[in-house]
């Protein structure tokens, strides 16, 4: 079965310092897509990045960048020189292609604040 | 361009009444899903549509049906409402491939 974890239920970053979050996933399809998704309090979802598996480049968009490590199934989420507005909860979530249904596996979420 | 558009916003009912959450989608998309987020358990998927006319159950399908009328709207039911489907829940469209999924702005379910 396919399976995300992410182990930090809570974290907190000073404004302008970095944070990363953790995200690790089980899968046995070949071919496979990881995100990370951010939900603010308004509860919208917003897709923040996306990294293809058989790509070893790491994703990188504006102040998100990804730590993808294949062989470890580890798929961090970076956030440099952090903001108020990236307070909100971060998903991970796993999809599979190839074969299986396209299902979005999600974790179970980081709430993330950031002080001033 | 409105995306996913779920309705109601927001809804109460008693234990015991029926209601069916509604949502329909702009892009043509191939796919739909139904997901329903509670308090530290993440997104966990009820049902989805890979593609007009088919449906399949997912993590947390009992309690609930769901029915895609067309390529545009896949709708949720439930029939008798229980205190345990008290949530927030999402509904989501996605092309075919490797895309990611577009969600609607959610619906937040109380169920007294």
């Known amino acids: 079965a396919q399976t995300v974890t992410q182990s930090q239920p809570e974290m907190s970053v000073q404004e302008a310092e970095t944070v990363t979050l953790s995200c690790t996933y089980d899968?046995?399809?070949?071919?496979?897509?990881l995100f990370w998704y951010k939900q603010p309090p308004s509860r919208q979802m917003i897709l923040v990045i996306r990294?293809?598996?058989?790509?070893?480049q790491n994703a990188t968009e504006n102040r998100f960048s990804v730590n993808f490590q294949k062989a470890a199934k580890s798929f961090s989420l970076k956030i440099s020189d952090s903001q108020l507005g990236d307070a909100a909860m971060y998903f991970c979530?796993?999809?599979?292609?190839?074969?299986?249904?396209?299902?979005?596996?999600f974790g179970k979420g980081t709430k993330l604040s950031v002080k001033p | 361009n409105a995306g996913v558009t779920q309705t109601p916003k927001f809804q109460v009912l008693k234990t015991g009444q029926s209601m069916t959450l509604q949502c329909a989608q702009d892009?043509?998309?191939?796919?739909m899903y139904w997901y329903r987020q509670d308090p530290g358990m993440g997104l966990r998927l009820i049902y989805y549509?890979?593609?007009?006319?088919?449906?399949d159950k997912g993590e947390v399908p009992n309690g609930y049906n769901v029915s895609r009328l067309n390529k545009r709207e896949f709708s949720l039911r439930l029939e008798s409402a229980a205190p345990s489907q008290t949530s927030v829940y999402f509904c989501?469209?996605?092309?075919?491939?490797?895309?990611?999924?577009?969600f609607g702005n959610g619906t937040r379910l109380t169920v007294t």
């Open positions: 990294q293809e598996a058989y790509k070893q």
């Open positions: 899968t046995s399809e070949s071919d496979y897509y």
């Open positions: 989501a469209s996605r092309p075919t491939g490797e895309s990611p999924l577009h």
């Open positions: 549509s890979a593609s007009e006319g088919t449906t």
């Open positions: 892009m043509n998309h191939n796919s």
């Open positions: 979530a796993s999809l599979n292609y190839g074969g299986s249904q396209g299902n979005l596996i």
